[in-house]
């Protein structure tokens, strides 16, 4: 195999193309009112018809749309957020930006997303949220997390930035917590180069994210919130539009893509494939396996990979208790014993629309020559 197989790969064509050169012709590249600018609200409304939330609010990336709901939530300093051990860290990092203190829950062996037994146990009085990740873009088990919170008197945000397109139950990931956020970073399932969007059913909630995106300003320079910079420019929104209209396709090759994958892989001894519980939608945003056995080490079975033009990558090496900056805040004594063994030993696999025919087959018995299977 001659050409390198990426991880990821923005689906970039000319009607995107197009649509940019509009907006940048027409020099209406932004827009300091509350709304947004013209292309801004037509992907807002798009969006929000997509995922079947009412209001969609767009921002400049998925951690901006986590950190804005957040401050919506009036989460601030001497209250704790719930979060998984594992994931990036711009979910527990949001947290320590408003004050807060996240507080990392283990997570379930067979999904990787937060187990919601273990959730109840890390509550307390200071608890003032859960933020649920649907990592890799299989959604977290939300009905218990949910319940849970409505208990308690909590907010739930969901962390869908990897998920859009996921299902849960019938709805789509991102829909069932007060607010759902997501991610239009170059490598996701849909791509604005950075971006990202919140969605609510509450119209109040709604009007409160816009004006936090855009310095609490109602009007004029009427600052009347804490907010800042978060806007969406017109030319993303623009190419977001068009990215929207073609996920279907983007999501229906993954499918296929992952599914090839695991029809190769599955008897492949030692290696633990990704699973779509009944009830669950994958978005198959990442296709993530995992070495069960001491046979071969992770990093070494990645490098070897590499070497063979497929690009395999590690998400996550560390869960966010072993991470410097938290590890530095005297988390690092935490034993959150199934994050840790599972990140040992994660690695995903390409299965994105860039996937030529005939490459899967090519990963799959790489994987296998590698791992003393052919």
């Known amino acids: 195999m001659s050409r390198f197989i990426p991880i990821n790969k923005p689906m970039i064509g000319e009607e995107e193309l197009e649509e940019a050169r509009k907006v940048l012709k027409s020099c209406q590249l932004t827009s300091a009112e509350t709304q947004g600018g013209c292309m801004v609200q037509r992907f807002e409304r798009e969006f929000a018809s997509y995922v079947g939330s009412k209001y969609a609010i767009a921002v400049n990336s998925g951690t901006s749309a986590l950190y804005a709901a957040l401050i919506a939530a009036g989460v601030k300093s001497g209250d704790e957020v719930v979060v998984p051990a594992l994931t990036f860290a711009a979910t527990a990092n949001v947290v320590l930006l408003v004050g807060a203190k996240p507080i990392f829950v283990d997570i379930d062996p067979e999904t990787y997303n937060v187990d919601p037994k273990l959730v109840g146990k890390r509550l307390t009085d200071r608890t ?77 909630e709604a009007e409160r994210l816009k004006m936090i995106r855009n310095h609490g300003q109602v009007e004029g320079y009427g600052t009347s919130i804490i907010g800042g910079n978060l806007r969406m420019p017109e030319v993303e929104a623009a190419i977001g539009r068009v990215q929207l209209r073609r996920l279907p396709q983007f999501l229906g090759a993954r ?11 599955g008897e492949v001894r030692g290696l633990a494939l990704p699973r779509e519980p009944k009830g669950f939608r994958h978005n198959w945003y990442l296709y993530t396996v995992r070495l069960t056995s001491r046979r071969r080490r992770r990093d070494e079975v990645v490098e070897e990979l590499t070497r063979m033009n497929v690009g395999a990558a590690v998400y996550y090496p560390n869960p966010l208790h072993r991470l410097p900056l938290y590890r530095n805040r005297g988390y690092g004594v935490q034993r959150l014993s199934v994050a840790e063994r599972v990140a040992d030993g994660i690695f995903s696999l390409p299965i994105n629309p860039a996937v030529a025919e005939g490459e899967v087959g090519y990963i799959a018995d790489c994987v296998k020559r590698i791992l003393g299977e052919v």
């Open 255 to 265: 499918r296929r893509n992952a599914e090839e994958m695991t029809e190769r892989l």
């Open 128 to 204: 003032r949220a859960i933020i649920p990740v649907h990592l890799y873009g299989l959604p977290a088990d939300m009905d218990p997390i949910i319940e849970l919170a409505k208990s308690r008197g909590l907010l739930v945000i969901e962390d869908a930035c990897q998920a859009l397109g996921s299902e849960y139950k019938g709805r789509r990931a991102g829909t069932i917590g007060h607010v759902g956020c997501y991610s239009f970073y170059a490598s996701k399932v849909m791509t604005t180069g950075e971006g990202g969007m919140m969605v609510t059913e509450d119209a109040t």
